[in-house]
């Protein structure tokens, strides 16, 4: 198991794709936002650059 599977699990999260419908569900996206940003960030930003995406409502960061 990986440090990101252990940081997704301490999030609530079994794996990266429950993360993802975490973070669209809690911040009121559609996960299809939510998977694009992911996509384009990349798996190393999924508690930094993503989590400051969603929580500003999906408006792009510079």
Same mark, same amino acid.
């Given at each position: ?8 699990? &301490? ?5 990266? #794709? $429950?993360?993802? *419908? =975490?973070?669209?569900?809690?911040? @009121? ?8 940003? &992911? ?5 190393? #930003? $999924?508690?930094? *650059? =993503?989590?400051?995406?969603?929580? @500003? ?6």
């Amino acid at each position: 198991m990986d440090d990101l599977t252990l940081t997704y699990r &301490a999030c609530g999260a079994e794996c990266r #794709e $429950d993360w993802l *419908r =975490l973070l669209a569900c809690d911040n @009121g996206l559609p996960l299809a936002d939510v998977q694009r940003a &992911a996509d384009r960030y990349g798996e190393a #930003e $999924d508690f930094g *650059r =993503l989590v400051e995406f969603c929580e @500003g409502h999906g408006e792009r960061l510079q």
